[in-house]
């Protein structure tokens, strides 16, 4: 691409500036080859014109804005010096964002103020994510290394570098504080808490207070943190480099010492440090040169609690602490000893001096030794030794010399502790290493220590060089991509420089080894041996006493002097002599260790600072040189590194006035140039630094391409398209997944974007602006012609004005008169109009009272007519009837005299001998007859059999098909209860309103004649009941005020009542899941204990079912083992066992009570049996006489019954069985018609009794009195036939009257239970119509599933009628064909009677056995408990044979298994049972917690069993709902309230197992859900993504999470729930904090993504959150709450889309965003990045204004949403309408053990 292009008008470029060091500037006119100079813009207006330097090299150019504050700095489309810088500024000034990524480098700038971006929920938020998902943080390193450590299995190392007040330490510290957080340790050792406690110990020791920094490191420092193969945190080990010991002795202004002996000083008043002789730190030379002692925001008091605090955590007791507070006195003593000068070359000490004098005293050594030899050295030759004194300066340098060795052998004795706490027994698998060094440096005046620090970075430099260049190439190698060396600066020609032989380090190890070596002579040799052979090494001009190092960050000039003493490190042999004639312990200790000193760890050389003067007679050790220590502990670093994988922090040092939030750019670019992180830039600039998936590209620059372009293949499409918009194809590379960019080129796409859109918006406006113009046009047009059609009206107006005139006035006037005269008519007219209508109104209103009360009069009196008609005719008729009587009586008597005159004549008997023979014939005719009838009844009743067994097949062949059907609806059988409870009450309605009916009648005539006073007295009360109900009205109203005051004030009380409730209940379950957690550790320590001492078992089922089986004692066969199982229950349940032991006594003595009243009715009961039996027989006999009759009346019955059935049928077609229906007036005429025929056969009866006593009395005087008779044969017979005619008539009748009767009754029975069944029917028909009202009022989407849901509970409900119409009618069947046999055998008996003339012969009838109900218990012995819990729970599986159960039923089991324990009054069995229960619920529940399915199995179960216990417990509050049946099976001998609170603890942990469950399957799905996918294209932009997020530690999975994924998961959450039959409340509640889990991570994301904070990604969000409010509304579950908690999401989605730009935009941001905190908020708005470069971003002054409104907020300062949070779980009791008694176990089950009671 032509420069040309680039650079062409408006073309934004950065120029060079001294105090910016780049400004930005815009092109205004193009730039030609070969033009000199540039004509710029600034951003303030001025015109300048840049000269361009002689090789014409043009200024970089600048990013396009939408590519400004990108997270990595890699993202940029040009990479070089000023866009970093401008990115860093803008990240760090305006979105107050101080961590950026520049490829592998963090970079982090340090705030100088406190930020909430450490707490434990940005750890949470952190942990599991990859590097690039999140914005750049510490964490995310920490993270990455963490992640890299677990899955590569390699060491690994944070490299974390800056020079002074750059942040080092606290970055370090919080490294270490997030590895402790997320790994944790193994054991009770808390590893994590020691590695955290040194933290403070080190800063106190080696930190201080400089110019640049309150908290600075003055050494560096490496501590490897050790994990085991579980990666937990199980020790670390630290290893130190070059402490500042000269800072002991010697502070600058506005400096301080180390921090420990200002913390000593503060607290020189406790009565523990009375001893030392401490005081303020003003009074010790050693803390008071600075000046400025104190430290703002800092007590030092507090501090050194908190470092004795550490100290006592890592082992070092009070004893020691002591010692090393002594050691740290004696030097700030040590330093107050002043030492006189006496003449020119000797110094004196007073030995009475009071410092000196305390220093000896705490120190333990002789004073005047001590004071001898700080003024006296001793001198050694060849032949003798002596000793001579010292001038004051050598003094002086001698002591500082003495308190900077002691110092320096305290820090290492301490560091050697720390990693002494620090170590464990365990092996260590893999390390993560954290070195905290210094950065480059240069000053004014560097020295030796500046020197070892630049070496010490220019090897990490070369190690950081090779790093990221191995990285790039494995990039490239991976895509397939060519690859072409990339140059880079390679500082080895430095290094050799510094370290090689006859380097600088050797020449000065040689200098320091010679007699009269000197630091002018060392300079002289280094300007003779690189000043021409080395091109980074040079000789000042101006000086023969220093040397310049060209470094790879910068050119340094070091000075000589002191480097050949500080390289020695001398300290006065005498006085290390005299410290160890002391019997301070820790002192002796301190100085016989070895003499080379070496860090704790073993490799990390602690150095000084020494300004003393070289002297040949003092002792120098025979250790290395500093140098050569440093070089070598270095090589060993480097060693180390090069053996792990590095991850870079680079922190950065924004202005020296520790200002917070300002970037000094010229400090910023120096140290970017030093830490290297331009180096990365321009190593990636080098190649191709862009890289975008095809994916990405693809949706960025759709607008670039035609329509034929836009492939399904996207990787095609953008191989297609590529060529044509940039021609060079040197400019980018295409990979297996990316295409590869050189620098520039995606700003180049973005301006051919930009121009696309802008020559887009341009036609929109050009064809806008044309239809605006036009419709001007026409609008003025139009009024040109309007203005010269009212000009040209106006001027024939005026000249008809004048002709008008005269016209006028006659017009007004008559105008006016006729308006006057109207107006006078009309007001007239209204009059009347008034009066009519009020007249004709008043006059309707008397009509009408007029109307109303004849109509009133003439219902009254046709009511009293008919009533005194009514009571006339019931006189007249009684009289008739009376009268009828009377005279049919006396008649009767007439005929019955003159009968008896008649019979005594011959003609009688002769007549009466004529009809006895026709009567003969008669009988024998109707006894043939009878014949054929009782052959008939034969074939009938074996056709009724043939039909009742086709019956009974169709019958059973039906009960199969409804047994099918029985399993998928014996989960809705709760409505068997409820159903019977109706039909006993209608039963009992319908007999009271029977009974009722009858008591009407009666009281209707009371009531009549009471009606005409009750209205009169109505009528009076009317009146005061009005005036009462005023009253009670103005009283209702004050009461109504009162009582909503009241309510709310009670309201109020509730929700505060209810919220402290919450938080209880919140604090109880975080304890019980504690102590669960708790229980669990111990039993991991159980477990690894039994491993250790049994290493044979090394399979982890053995130590579980170990662990299970001291838990239970339900599993044990011996009573050992049964003891211990009770022994280790909990206290609740021993408490419970010896009440009910106390029980014991008196409920044997009531048991001997009741069994002695049981024997003595079981006795009254047989005499009953006896005399009952007797009775029977009777009635037997009776009975067989009464078959006749009942064979007459059959027919009759017969044919009724079905006339009824018929009617029936078509009431209940119709659907009304109401008094008055078909069905009700053929009963009534039934009834009545039954009751006539009963009437009239007594009436019979008495008449053909008196005749039959009449004859048998004849008979029997003729037969006295006349034995010889002439009665003929025929005679007698006749006689015969006619006794036995009459006495089966009457033995008939009677018979038939009782079969009247009987059926009678039955058809009563049967028809209330039809009105029964109507009424239900009603009943059913008006839910329909109510629920077809509901559904109607539903939306249109809702009503659907709402009518299926509906339809499906009534398909359920009619399933369960008809099973139980199947269990009646199949027991009706057996009952009918047990009476069938008996009247098949009656029938035989009979036929057999009457064929043999005798009425004597009884059938032999059959009792039928009374069916066993069953009393819903399960018996299980004991040896097959164990079985039943290792089937029910152990090896139980949801899926597979739970699906088809019942839901619930191993709850049901056990519970019925209990109650038969409660029946049999064993407490041990019940007690063993539950405690076996509940262990093998919590084993399962160890095993496979992470099993949703298990869980919310177990869950429901769980809550079922507690349920169980609380519906059957007996008490009020649950048995209210209960049915008779469900109430006779409540438990009689035991209170398991105890063990209810016990399942109830068990259920919440099983509850907040599942929600657990719950969010590591949703965890994962969230965020690429929620706020990755783009669910709408089209809408998302896309951007560069950088390095980061290409080379992120986990790979993309090719199934991404999506919206609709999550759907289904929680679809999947909700099936399973509702299948296992978990209470709706539960249900509600877990599906709540699903959608709180879902907003907590999509939040937490949202609020830690730049990239995600976006216009755009705001209404993909709320698609999102609309898609979950249709699933809500699609399961029923709005009312749930879950939809409250989406509002924090719904509010930060509106936050992005709203308008943020005045006043009134930030008050309706504060009143809209009531769910967000005030930091959620401010966060938000800092993070929002425009996708596209037509948004603006929110600018600062809108946030303060935004900050300024939310200011009066009292709120938590909480940025991220508590994600662990689960809400308070409660178990409501939830009725069970399943019967005991009707529970069925599958044989699938194996449970052929269990016997049903």
Known sequence: MAASELYSKHARVWI??????????????????????????????????????????????????????????????????PAVLHNLRVRFIDSRLIYTYCGIVLVAINPYESLRIYGSDIINAYSGQNMGDMDPHIFAVAEEAYKQMARDEKNQSIIVSGESGAGKTVSAKYTMRYFATVSGSSGETNIEER??????????????????????????????????????????????????????????????????????????????????????????????????????????????????????????DEAQQMGLFRILAGVLHLGNVEIRPRGADSSTV????????????????????????????????????????????????????????????????????????LQNAGKRHAFIGVLDIYGFETFEVNSFEQFCINYANEKLQQQFNLHVFKLEQEEYMKEDIPWTLIDFHDNQPCISLIEAKMGILDLLDEECRMPKGSDGSWAQKLYSTHGKSSAHFQKPRMSNTAFIVLHFADQVEYECEGFLEKNKDTVNAEQISVLRSSKFELLLELLEEEEECVSAAGGGPVHTRLKTARSSTQLTHTRKSVGLQFRNSLH?????????AAHYVRCIKPNDQKAPFTLDPVRAVQQLRACGVL??????????????????????????????????????????????????????????????????????????????????????????????????????????????????????????????????????????????????????????????????????????????????????????KGWRARVRYRRVRAAVVLLQSCVRCMLARRELKRLRVEARSVEHFKKLNVGMENKIMQLQRRIDEQHKENRVLGEKLNALEASHTSERERLIGQLDRLKGIEENSRSQLDRVSCLEAELEASRQELESSRQERLEDQQRAQVDRDALGQQVAEQNKQN??????????????????????????????????????????????????????????????????????????RKDSTSSLAASDST??????????????????????????????????????????????????????????????????????????????????????????????????????????????????????EQLSSANEELELRKEEVLILRSQLVGLETQKNKESDNSANSSRSLTLDIHELNEDGELWMANE?????????????????????????????????????????????????????????????????????????QAERQDKVLRKLKKQLKVYMKRAGDGEMALELGSVDGLPKLTLPRKERDCRGMLVCKREDESRLLKILITEMRPRGVAVSMVPSLPAYILFMCLRHADFSNDDQRATKLLNSTINSIKGVMKRKGDDFEMVSFWLANTCCFLHCLEQYSGEEIYTKHNTPQQNEHCLVNFDLADYRQVLCDLAIQIYQQLIKCVEDILQPMIVPGMLEQDSIPGVLGVKATGMRKRMCSMTEESGAATLDSILRTLSGFHALLQQHGTPPQLLRLAVKQQFYIICAATLNNLLLRKDMCSWSKGLQIRYNVCQLEDWLQDKGLLNSGAREMLEPLIQAAQLLQVKKKSQEDAQAIASMCTALTAAQIVKILNLYTPVNEFEERVSSTFIKTIEACLQPRKESSQLLMETKNIFAVTFPFHHSSVALETILIPNSLNLGFLTRV
């Open 16 to 81: 060079p500036d001294q105090a910016e060091v780049w400004r930005p500037a815009d092109l205004l006119r193009d730039y030609a080859p070969g033009d000199a100079s540039l004509l710029l813009q600034l951003e303030d207006g001025t015109e300048l014109e840049h000269k361009l330097p002689k090789d014409h090299c043009l200024p970089p150019l600048r990013n396009p804005d939408i590519l400004v504050g990108e997270n990595d700095l890699t993202a940029l489309s040009y990479l070089h010096e």
């Open 195 to 316: 590695v955290l406690a040194s933290s403070p110990i080190m800063e106190a020791i080696g930190n201080a207070k400089t110019t640049r920094n309150d908290n600075s490191s003055r050494f560096g420092k490496y501590i490897e943190i050790g994990f085991d193969r579980k990666y937990q945190m199980i020790g670390a080990n630290m290893r130190t480099y070059l402490l500042e010991k000269s800072r002991v002795v010697f502070q600058a202004s506005e400096e301080r010492n180390y921090h420990i002996f200002y913390q000593l000083c503060a607290c020189s008043h406790a009565p523990e440090f009375k001893d030392l002789k401490l005081g303020r730190a003003d009074d010790f030379h050693f803390t008071n040169q600075g000046k400025n002692l104190v430290i703002d925001a800092v007590d030092d008091e507090k501090e050194m609690k908190s470092t004795r605090k550490a100290l006592t955590m890592l082992g070092i």
């Open 350 to 421: 007073c030995p009475d001096s009071p410092p000196l004098l305390t220093f000896c005293e705490v120190m333990g050594v002789p004073v005047q030794e001590m004071s001898h030899w700080l003024c006296h050295r001793k001198l050694k030759t060849a032949s003798e030794t002596y000793n001579k004194p010292m001038s004051g300066v050598q003094a002086l340098t001698g002591r500082d010399a003495l308190a900077k060795h002691v110092y320096a052998r305290l820090f290492s004795w301490i560091v050697a502790r720390i990693n002494a706490a």
């Open 636 to 644: 060993l670093l480097m060693e180390t590194l090069n053996t792990t």
């Open 679 to 864: 180096e990365t830039i321009r190593i990636s600039a080098a190649g191709f630094p862009t890289r975008w998936t095809y994916q990405e590209f693809f949706t960025r620059y759709r607008v670039l391409m035609k329509q034929a372009d836009a492939l399904p293949d996207r990787k095609v499409a953008c191989r297609k398209i590529l060529p044509q918009l940039v021609k060079d194809e040197d400019k980018y590379q295409f990979g297996k997944s990316k295409i590869f960019f050189r620098a520039g080129q995606v700003a180049y796409l973005e301006k051919l974007r930009s121009d696309r859109l802008r020559a887009a918006c341009i036609r929109i406006q050009k064809t806008i602006r044309c239809w605006l113009q036009r419709k001007k046009y026409l609008r003025m047009r139009r009024a040109a012609v309007t203005i010269q059609r009212y000009v040209r009206g106006h001027q024939a107006r005026r000249l008809a004005l004048f002709l008008r005139h005269s016209r006028a006035a006659v017009v007004i006037q008559k105008y006016q008169r006729m308006w006057a005269a109207r107006r006078k008519f009309q007001r007239k007219r209204a009059v009347a109009l008034l009066l009519q209508r009020l007249y004709r109104g008043y006059a309707a209103r008397r009509e009408h009272q007029r109307m109303l009360y004849e109509h009133k009069v003439c219902l009254l009196q046709r009511w009293v």
């Open 1023 to 1096: 009146v005061l009941l009005k005036s009462e109900k005023e009253e009670l009205n103005r009283l209702i109203v004050e009461l109504e005020r009162k009582a909503e005051e009241r309510e709310k004030a009670h309201e109020g009380n509730i929700q505060q009542l209810q919220s402290e409730l919450n938080e209880e209940r919140c604090r109880y379950q975080n304890l019980l899941s504690e102590h669960h957690k708790l229980e669990e550790r111990h039993n991991n320590l159980k477990e690894q204990n039994a491993s250790r001492a049994s290493p044979q």
């Open 1111 to 1228: 838990l239970s004692s339900g599993f044990g066969e011996g009573e050992e083992d049964r003891k211990k199982g009770e022994g280790s229950s909990t206290g609740r349940d021993m408490s419970l066992l010896l009440t009910l032991q106390k029980k014991v006594t008196e409920l044997e003595r009531d048991k001997h009570n009741l069994q002695n009243e049981l024997d003595s009715r079981e006795t009254s009961k047989a005499k009953d049996e006896e005399e009952f039996k007797k009775t029977l027989l009777s009635e037997l006999d009776q009975e067989g006489l009464k078959r006749q009759e009942l064979e007459s009346a059959n027919r009759k019955l017969k044919r009724d019954l079905s006339e009824l059935r018929e009617a029936l049928s078509q009431s209940a077609g119709s659907g009304t069985a109401a008094p008055g229906s078909p069905a009700y007036n053929v009963l009534l």
């Open 1292 to 1364: 008939g009748l009677k018979e038939t009257n009782t079969l009247l009767l009987s059926q009678l009754q039955s058809m009563t029975e049967e028809v209330e239970s039809l009105r029964s069944e109507l009424q239900r029917a009603l009943q059913e028909r008006d839910q329909q119509q109510e629920l077809l009202t509901q559904s109607l009022q539903l939306p249109q989407d809702a009503r659907i599933p709402a009518s299926l849901q509906h339809e499906i509970s009534r398909l359920t409900k009619h399933n369960l009628e008809l099973v139980e």
